[in-house]
């Protein structure tokens, strides 16, 4: 690696790559960190939202992620209730189902094509900075040493080496413990493409992986052991069958796992020169799937905004409008996930019986479900303008026809919106 890069990225999960990509197109040099050496074949995340493809799709891999997975236009959430999808505006009235390895392999072959270097068993291990650039001190097989870059992007995770030695705190609380993970093979796999199910002591949630393999979600409120005991797989089957009543036949588990469910944030995206993003920034509840579009969404906003500063065009404060942007986004995914989360272990029987009422009486009404999916969706993030500004200012650049020489810059669809600072004048086809 060179002694020097314009920003070193510490972590090669989606965000990570999603970033580095960004900044490679843009012509800067970029480093991505990653601890593990060799690709896993495990995931944790299988939801690609709409507004996550349409980045994709604006950087011309969204298509080729769309082959790897299943598209889904409903989504199951208590008893007979279901979001509808297929009314979100754009190209990806749906959410894709597929490996988060998937993900990752689209993204780290756009950044290695872009010019992004992607470093595999470098562990970092701490970060310092000054006013002129960040020095990481790296461990490898080969011994420790440093790399010295302008700007460092932590995404590193929920224990984020970035975020501790920038003694930032990460305040908030485990909301669920001993979750059982595993990816298993089905006899009789479910008609629906997810599956999902609530009795107040056990939840279940399957979704396929598209090879023959099903990632399985378990939780028994009776027990909750430390997160280093083994799953043990009667009990996974068992609180499959309470939560879904049926286990599908489950057999042949691969890989299993427990873990607790956090609901946690930093006050500050950013500290001088160095930057959270996505796990390391903020985690919350898995419902709803959110954490890895959460992260890439981050890394959209960020990348344009480092490589503006690099080359030398951005104006004063630029770079804190990443903060200013994103952190209410996280909080709002934070609390929205966490909201999901507590309808789906609600225990007593007639709140149970309430919830699914409600949640169906919601997603029937037609502004009300609207609301909810541009939500769950991300097409409905907007960021705060000035007075004044115009009203599309902060919104979502939809897909439009612009008619060729009329303005001076084309927003490309799907695009980000830039921030107030940058206001375009483009008029557009009647149609």
Known sequence: MPATRDVVIVGAGPTGLMLAGDLAAAGIGCTVLERRAGESPLTRAFAVHARTLELLDARGVA??????????????????????LSGLPGRFPFVLVTPQYETERVLAERARAAGAEIVEGAEVVDVRQDPDGVDLVVSTAGGAHTRRAAYAVGCDGVRSTVRRALALPFPGRSVVRSVMLADVRLADPPREVLSVGAVGDAFAFLAPFGDGWYRVIAWDRHRQP?????????????????????????????????????????????????????????????????????????????????????????PPGLLDTYHDERHPVGRAVLRGSGALLRLALTEAPALRAARTVAVGA??????VARRLALALSGIGVAYPAPHGAHRLTGRRAPDMEVEPGVGERTLVPGQMPCPAAFQWDFRCHPS
């Open 63 to 84: 298509d080729e992620l769309l082959a790897t997975g299943t598209r889904v236009g409903h989504l199951a959430l208590f008893g007979s209730a279901a979001l509808d």
């Open 362 to 367: 919601a997603t029937r009404f037609g502004p």
């Open 226 to 314: 430390p997160d280093s005991e083994p799953v043990d797989f009667d009990e996974l089957r068992a609180t499959t069958r309470r939560a879904l009543g049926t286990d599908h036949g489950m057999r042949d588990p691969r890989w299993t796992s427990r873990f607790h469910s956090d609901e946690r944030q930093v006050p500050s995206y950013r500290v001088g020169r160095v930057f959270l993003a996505g796990d390391a920034a903020h985690v919350h509840s898995p419902a709803g799937g959110q954490g890895m579009n959460t992260g890439m969404q981050d890394a959209a906003n960020l990348g344009w905004k480092l490589a503006a500063e690099l080359k030398g065009w951005a």
